[in-house]
Structure formats: structure tokens, C-alpha cells
């Protein structure tokens, strides 16, 4: 009987951001399942659009037994703190140690993001995976799932048999890619042995607005990688990279496995050839007050809502969701008096707000400050918060399962929630920080997406899954936040040699 211990441990760290990561973070979980051990993990996560529900499937599927150890999610944020990394490896190195030395262990699945750097480690993948590989010896498979943001350094490649990353951004295909995981490791099993492996680093960072896949010249990249799969015999993952690491191995990565050594150098340098061209990865993004003008004029005829992204704020990213350059600039240009109560913005991320809304209660209107002035990689602070009445419009337990593609069938739990109104704008309140990528969270406070004008998203990217379908056009804005849009406006002083800032 095959025994496979799985784990999982997902940060994506922004290290110019405001806020750690500390282990209640992991606790809560936020935009992730909060943490589990043991057998709750499989019952919760089974099913669920994530790496290891895929992995649980196909594993299943095999007629392999699991072996659940831990699972660890925290939204985006800064650093890993020493002792949550601590405690979350530690579990893991300990639950490998007793089946090792119990009924035994065959293999090892990690589902990791790729980007987390922890306070003590830079690379803390790496640094897990180094520790299981000392754990279980040269020749026991270890393989694990990446986010197609993740940071890749050689060392994770040294250590782990197989690495395989998501194809999608927005992620639609966490789940399917648990399942190329678990077919790497049949693979694994049925040759004795590591495939080869080719990798090739780009010299450059990419903007986190120019990487998706909903758009050229990543459509077009990621369906070149799937046919030269399929040409080559080969699995090719290339992650985009996470460009907000301050950490010697951020950057994008394209690697390779295949039974051919041949085979695989031949793939990795074919699509390298493709990807490396820099001027396809070169975007404009809008400011505020221009990416606001134009959604009220592109709003007077579109028969769809406007989507702008507030891109610099996105809590998928290190941002706090609570910053307030795109709500000031909404009721400077009156947007809501142009098209009252069809103009919302979320996820507005004001644990005081909410419970001052909730006392209140539906129908009233309440004084407040609204949102936070954060800290930014400028070194200014974002803009002040909005101060004025608002009218509660409604109120939510912050209980909320998502329908979208994007980790489809996941219930977050994000405190109290309201719908604030003021002067015709609605603002999403909640208690717990979310990006903005599926309509359910709206729908959540009583806004209904598709019969609003102008709708702002706190998120880069992953809305486009759920929000592009119902939006007459998108826009991108770049008001103070957290989140650089480009990579060169950051104070960059750990990347590798000649690492370019731009394509």
C-alpha cells in the first residue's frame, strides 16, 4: 500500500509590505482555509479548488493512502514571522519522522506557493524542503505544487524530485495542477528515479497587471508551453514570478521534467525563447483620477458594468485592502450623484466601520473615517481616510462561499460586513481582508455586481475570473497603496546581479 504524507504551506510575501505574517494569520487563514491537521484536512479541503484537493482526488483515484499532516494558508502580507514558519515546519518534520519510523512512507507532497520568505529565510521553501529531504534521505520521492507567482531558486529544484506550477492567472487551475502533481509522482514511481531537469531564469522582472493569462502575451505563452508538452513528452512549468521579494531569487523561472534529457532542454529553450522577448511584457496603467474620468464616460453607454482596479492595494499581494486614493477620487468626479447607487468599490477592509455598523444598524447613517492612510514603498503615506455620513444599507455575518472560478466552493469567514452608502457610492465594509475576485462577496452586503455603472476592485488580476464576464471594459488604476504596480518604483537591495527592474 502506498503511503503518501501531504502538506501544505502557502504565503505569498511582499516584503516592502506593512503587515507580517504571524502564526494567528495562518490561524485565520483569510483568503485561505485556516489551518488543519491531521484528518480535517482531507474532509475539508477534498473538492475544494485548491492544489491539495486536486491531489486528494487523483491520490484516491490511485488507490494511495494519505497521510494528512498540516496546512497552512495566510493572505499575502510581509515577511513569514520566524515563529509561525517555525511551528508550521515543524509539524510537518514531525509527522514525517513518525511515519518514517511507523507503518513507513513512500513519498511526500508539499502544495507551497514558492514565494513566502520568511524572517529567517529567505528562501523558506527551500529551506522546507531541505529539511524533509534530510529527513527522508536522497532516494524518497518529494514533490509539491507551486503558484505561478512563486519565486523558484535552484535549491528548491535540488531538493524536491518534481516541481509543477499553476498555468492560470486568475488560478482556475489549482486543483488540476495537484493533479499534474500526483502524475509526476506516479511517474516518479514507475521509473525509479528523477527525470531530468532543464531551467532557465529570465534576466528581468514582469509587472504583477502584465501577467495574465486572460490576456497576450501570456494566453499565448502558456498555450505555447502546453503544446510543447505535448510535442516533447515533457512537463513544462513557468512561473512569472512574484515581483515584490526583495529576496536574491526573485524572478521568473522556466523549468522542466522529462524522462529526455534531450527532450527537456529542447522544450525549456524553445518556450525561454519566446518568454525572454521583453517588449510584450511593457503595460500602461492609469492614474486614479484618469482610470475614474474614464469609467464615468465609458459607463453613459455601456450596457455592462466598468471594472477598475485598484491594483496597488490588492490584499492578494501584501496590500491591506483599506486605502482610499480610488474612493476619494470616485466622489471627487461626483461618479455616485452621475449614477447613484451603481457605483460600488470593495473590499474596504475596516473592522471599526463594520462594528460601528452593525451597532447602528440597516437604515442608518452613521459619522466615521473610513479606510486607513498606510504606509507605502514610496515612504508617503497612502491618502487620508474618507470622513463623512454614511447610510448602512446592509449587514452581513461575513460568511461567504465562494461561486466563482476562483477557488470555487471555499466558505470564507470575514466578521462583520456591511454596505455603506455615501453620496451614491457603495462601499463594501468588511472585518477580515479578501481580494475582491468573485461577485459572491458583494452579493454577500446586498450589492448586486451586474447592476452596477463603475465597480472598483481591490485586486490586480484574480477578479478577472468572475468580474471580466460581466464588465463591459476593464480598467487599471495605480492610487497609493502598498503594492507597486511596477517593480522598479520599489528600493530593491537583495536581487541577483543584473536583474533588470523592467523588461
Given at each position: 500500500?502506498?503511503?503518501?504524507?501531504?502538506?501544505?504551506?502557502?504565503?505569498?510575501?511582499?516584503?516592502?509590505?506593512?503587515?507580517?505574517a504571524d502564526?494567528?494569520a495562518?490561524e485565520?487563514?483569510?483568503?485561505?482555509?485556516?489551518?488543519v491537521h491531521?484528518a480535517?484536512m482531507v474532509?475539508?479541503l477534498?473538492?475544494?479548488?485548491?492544489p491539495?484537493?486536486?491531489?486528494?482526488?487523483s491520490?484516491?483515484q490511485?488507490g494511495w493512502?494519505l497521510l494528512?499532516s498540516g496546512w497552512?494558508g495566510a493572505?499575502?502580507?510581509?515577511?513569514?514571522?520566524?515563529?509561525a514558519f517555525e511551528?508550521i515546519?515543524?509539524?510537518i518534520?514531525q509527522d514525517?519522522?513518525t511515519a518514517r519510523?511507523g507503518?513507513?512512507?513512500?513519498?511526500?507532497?508539499l502544495d507551497l506557493h514558492?514565494?513566502?520568505?520568511a524572517q529567517?529565510?529567505a528562501?523558506?521553501?527551500?529551506?522546507l524542503?531541505a529539511r524533509?529531504?534530510?529527513l527522508?534521505?536522497?532516494d524518497?520521492?518529494?514533490?509539491a505544487?507551486?503558484?505561478?507567482?512563486?519565486?523558484?531558486?535552484?535549491?528548491?529544484l535540488?531538493e524536491?524530485?518534481?516541481?509543477?506550477?499553476?498555468?492560470?492567472?486568475?488560478?482556475?487551475d489549482?486543483?488540476?495542477?495537484?493533479e499534474r502533481?500526483?502524475?509526476?509522482?506516479a511517474?516518479?514511481?514507475k521509473l525509479?528515479?528523477?527525470q531530468?531537469l532543464?531551467?532557465?531564469?529570465?534576466?528581468?522582472l514582469i509587472?504583477l497587471?502584465?501577467?495574465?493569462?486572460w490576456?497576450e502575451?501570456?494566453?499565448?505563452?502558456?498555450?505555447?508551453?502546453?503544446r510543447l508538452?505535448r510535442?516533447?513528452?515533457?512537463v513544462?512549468s513557468?512561473c512569472?514570478g512574484f515581483?515584490?521579494?526583495?529576496?536574491e531569487d526573485c524572478?521568473?523561472?522556466?523549468w522542466?521534467?522529462g524522462h529526455s534529457?534531450?527532450?527537456?532542454t529542447?522544450?525549456v529553450?524553445?518556450l525561454?525563447?519566446q518568454v525572454a522577448?521583453p517588449a510584450?511584457?511593457?503595460l500602461?496603467i492609469l492614474s486614479?483620477?484618469?482610470?475614474?474620468?474614464?469609467?464615468?464616460?465609458l459607463?453613459?453607454?455601456?450596457?455592462?458594468p466598468v471594472?477598475i482596479?485598484?491594483?496597488?492595494d490588492?490584499?492578494g499581494a501584501?496590500g491591506d485592502?483599506?486605502?482610499?486614493?480610488?474612493?476619494?477620487a470616485?466622489l471627487?468626479?461626483?461618479?455616485?450623484?452621475r449614477?447613484p447607487?451603481?457605483?460600488a468599490?470593495?473590499?474596504?477592509?475596516?473592522a471599526a466601520a463594520?462594528?460601528a455598523?452593525?451597532a447602528a444598524?440597516?437604515?442608518?447613517?452613521?459619522e466615521?473615517?473610513?479606510g486607513t492612510?498606510?504606509?507605502?514603498?514610496?515612504?508617503?503615506?497612502s491618502?487620508?481616510?474618507?470622513?463623512?455620513?454614511?447610510?448602512?444599507?446592509?449587514?452581513?455575518d461575513?460568511a461567504?462561499?465562494?461561486?466563482?472560478?476562483m477557488?470555487t466552493?471555499l466558505?470564507?469567514?470575514l466578521?462583520a460586513c456591511a454596505?455603506?452608502?455615501?453620496?451614491?457610492?457603495?462601499?463594501?465594509?468588511?472585518?477580515?481582508?479578501?481580494?475582491?475576485?468573485?461577485r459572491e462577496l458583494?452579493?454577500?452586503?446586498g450589492?448586486q455586481?451586474e447592476?452596477m455603472?463603475i465597480i472598483?476592485v481591490?485586486s490586480?488580476?484574480h477578479?478577472r475570473?468572475?468580474?471580466q464576464p460581466i464588465?463591459?471594459?476593464?480598467?487599471?488604476?495605480?492610487?497609493?497603496?502598498?503594492m507597486?504596480?511596477?517593480p522598479?518604483d520599489?528600493?530593491?537591495?537583495h536581487?541577483a546581479?543584473?536583474?533588470r527592474l523592467?523588461?
Amino acid at each position: 500500500m502506498t503511503r503518501i504524507l501531504i502538506a501544505g504551506y502557502q504565503h505569498e510575501t511582499n516584503t516592502f509590505a506593512p503587515s507580517l505574517a504571524d502564526w494567528a494569520a495562518f490561524e485565520r487563514g483569510d483568503s485561505f482555509p485556516a489551518y488543519v491537521h491531521g484528518a480535517p484536512m482531507v474532509e475539508q479541503l477534498a473538492g475544494v479548488n485548491i492544489p491539495v484537493g486536486g491531489f486528494i482526488q487523483s491520490a484516491r483515484q490511485r488507490g494511495w493512502t494519505l497521510l494528512p499532516s498540516g496546512w497552512a494558508g495566510a493572505i499575502p502580507s510581509s515577511f513569514v514571522t520566524r515563529e509561525a514558519f517555525e511551528r508550521i515546519a515543524n509539524v510537518i518534520c514531525q509527522d514525517v519522522v513518525t511515519a518514517r519510523d511507523g507503518a513507513g512512507l513512500d513519498a511526500v507532497y508539499l502544495d507551497l506557493h514558492g514565494a513566502a520568505v520568511a524572517q529567517h529565510a529567505a528562501d523558506s521553501e527551500g529551506e522546507l524542503l531541505a529539511r524533509l529531504r534530510a529527513l527522508v534521505g536522497p532516494d524518497l520521492p518529494i514533490i509539491a505544487s507551486l503558484d505561478l507567482h512563486a519565486n523558484v531558486s535552484p535549491r528548491m529544484l535540488r531538493e524536491a524530485d518534481a516541481l509543477v506550477a499553476y498555468r492560470s492567472y486568475p488560478h482556475v487551475d489549482m486543483a488540476e495542477t495537484g493533479e499534474r502533481a500526483a502524475e509526476l509522482l506516479a511517474q516518479r514511481f514507475k521509473l525509479g528515479r528523477r527525470q531530468a531537469l532543464h531551467l532557465r531564469r529570465l534576466p528581468f522582472l514582469i509587472a504583477l497587471n502584465a501577467l495574465s493569462t486572460w490576456l497576450e502575451p501570456a494566453r499565448g505563452l502558456y498555450a505555447e508551453l502546453q503544446r510543447l508538452d505535448r510535442h516533447h513528452g515533457v512537463v513544462l512549468s513557468f512561473c512569472m514570478g512574484f515581483p515584490a521579494s526583495d529576496i536574491e531569487d526573485c524572478a521568473p523561472m522556466i523549468w522542466g521534467h522529462g524522462h529526455s534529457s534531450e527532450a527537456v532542454t529542447q522544450a525549456v529553450e524553445a518556450l525561454y525563447a519566446q518568454v525572454a522577448e521583453p517588449a510584450q511584457w511593457r503595460l500602461e496603467i492609469l492614474s486614479a483620477r484618469d482610470a475614474v474620468s474614464q469609467a464615468i464616460n465609458l459607463a453613459e453607454s455601456a450596457d455592462k458594468p466598468v471594472v477598475i482596479a485598484d491594483t496597488q492595494d490588492n490584499p492578494g499581494a501584501g496590500g491591506d485592502s483599506n486605502t482610499t486614493g480610488l474612493l476619494h477620487a470616485l466622489l471627487a468626479q461626483g461618479a455616485g450623484q452621475r449614477y447613484p447607487g451603481q457605483v460600488a468599490l470593495g473590499l474596504m477592509f475596516d473592522a471599526a466601520a463594520a462594528r460601528a455598523a452593525m451597532a447602528a444598524g440597516v437604515g442608518a447613517e452613521i459619522e466615521l473615517a473610513l479606510g486607513t492612510a498606510v504606509p507605502t514603498f514610496t515612504g508617503q503615506p497612502s491618502d487620508p481616510p474618507v470622513s463623512g455620513r454614511f447610510k448602512v444599507l446592509a449587514l452581513s455575518d461575513g460568511a461567504c462561499t465562494l461561486t466563482g472560478p476562483m477557488m470555487t466552493g471555499l466558505t470564507v469567514q470575514l466578521g462583520a460586513c456591511a454596505c455603506l452608502e455615501i453620496e451614491g457610492i457603495r462601499v463594501a465594509v468588511v472585518s477580515g481582508k479578501k481580494q475582491l475576485l468573485d461577485r459572491e462577496l458583494l452579493r454577500m452586503v446586498g450589492i448586486q455586481p451586474e447592476a452596477m455603472r463603475i465597480i472598483v476592485v481591490k485586486s490586480s488580476n484574480h477578479f478577472r475570473a468572475d468580474f471580466q464576464p460581466i464588465a463591459s471594459q476593464v480598467l487599471v488604476a495605480k492610487a497609493a497603496g502598498p503594492m507597486a504596480a511596477d517593480p522598479a518604483d520599489l528600493p530593491w537591495r537583495h536581487l541577483a546581479a543584473g536583474m533588470r527592474l523592467r523588461p
